[in-house]
């Protein structure tokens, strides 16, 4: 792990394997760690870039706001001093919607995109309002509340002990800072339909079928935008589809970005 600055931020960066590398981007509430399984499998053959969100992970927390366009600005500052010009990318729930966003800037970054638990539709007003008390709680009381309240939400109903234990132990370490501006990033999210639609890299849409956060009609929809893109539905699984099924999730994501 290293310490980068980019963007005015400060971000914890993971590089990991050889071979032609793939950027992974973690889930809210969660950071890089989160990824392990995953990461694994492709280090077998590809080089793999992790980069925590400001107040996740290593990542220090930041000193005010951190919208997405923002974070996938220090991202690409990221890739640039590494000498990346041309990547895949994994990404899932806000690291999803910061690949569409990197998608945006930079057209021409990605050859292959896997989005798990995305959506391109923006914050409703009731998602709004829900992110900016979870930031004002988080704010006031710390991270502890949100294991407690999120990790049912991030998961399928039925958990194994330990993948809850760990999703929960993943939260607690996150920063207030760094919630309050993850939550601030996802209440602020604008549409992001006509990005979906521009995006020229060939795509794979992973979504749990038990997802309680983000609605598979969400993915269906992601689906028809994306020109190049195919869904993965996987059977009960929710929104940590890698940790709910992570044999099915693994095998779909390195046989797509090894095809």
Sequence with gaps: ME?????????????????????????????????????????????????????????????????????ARAVREVLAQKKILRADGLGLSIG???????????????SRLVLVSSRATGSSPESRADREAMAVRTESEGVTWIAAAWTPLLLRPDPELATRRLVEK???????????????ALAARLDQSAAAKAVTARTLIVHGSEDRLTPVAEAELLAQL?????????????????????DRFDRAVVSFLSD
């Design 226 to 246: 994306v020109p190049r893109s195919r869904l993965e539905l996987i059977p009960g699984a929710g929104h940590l589809p890698h940790l709910d099924e992570p």
């Design 3 to 71: 310490l980068l600055e980019a963007g005015g931020l400060r971000l914890a960066v993971t590089d990991e394997g050889s071979g032609a590398p793939v950027l992974a981007l973690h889930p809210f509430p969660l950071d890089g760690s989160v990824l392990q399984r995953p990461v694994e499998a492709l280090t077998r053959e590809r080089r793999v870039i992790r980069v925590d969100y400001p107040g996740f992970g290593h990542s220090p927390p930041p000193s005010g706001p951190v919208p997405i366009d923002a974070y």
């Design 170 to 184: 993943i939260i607690c370490r996150a920063t207030p800072q760094g919630v309050a501006a993850g939550a601030r």
């Design 96 to 110: 999803s919607y910061t690949l569409l966003e990197l998608s945006k800037q930079a057209p021409v970054l990605f």
